[in-house]
């Protein structure tokens, strides 16, 4: 039984041919990293359960006493040797992500996280292996099976840049402060926060007084200056 049948046969001659599309872009780009074997599909971590490699979220080390909890799930790892590449799969199009190198975008850190979080699961495993590359795979014919990839950055540098947003979660201060309004187009929360997000030249002008909202105008400052 199909869940969403779709309205009409035109629909449904659509997506079908989207779907296969979709199939022969993926096909023909994992063509080209044949001569990795894949590790993992899915490869959770951090979740309670017998085939989890820790008990609980993974605490992953970010320098100069700062450290972080995560837990989730990695589209695909491939393993070449001791070799090991991610890849997170994306279905849409490359708009905001081939604009800067990864290392330089500090819309987009699952790819570095994600990364620290398998060599944790390699540790936790008593396996060797060195992550060389981290990325996004454009499986659909929105990203023609392109790859935005990256040599994960160090730990330290990672926590150099978390840390205002460290400090903000820490003191309960929230600025909806953005470097180009244009990066809340596609936001899911967007309802929530619309017409109240800042510039960093506007963060002067908002209206609030007191000793918290300066530190939130501060943190935020540091956010944007990375």
Known sequence: VIENPPHNAAGYASDKQSLLQAAEIFLAADEDIADAEPYGLELRFGFDGPKSPSKGPLKIALGDGQSIMMRGAIDRVDRNGLEYSIWDYKSGSMYNFDAIPLHEDLRHMQWALYAFALEEVLALKNEEGTVVQSGYFFISDKGNGQRVTGTPPSRSEMGQRLKPLMEMVDNGTF?????????????????????????????????SSGDRSLLAKNLARKWLSI
């Not at 309004?181 to 506007?202: A, I, M, T, W, Y």
């Open 175 to 207: 600025v909806h402060a953005h470097r180009d309004k244009g990066e809340c187009r596609f936001c899911d929360f967007n309802p929530v926060c619309s017409g109240e997000h800042s510039l960093e030249s506007e963060l002067a002008d908002l209206e």
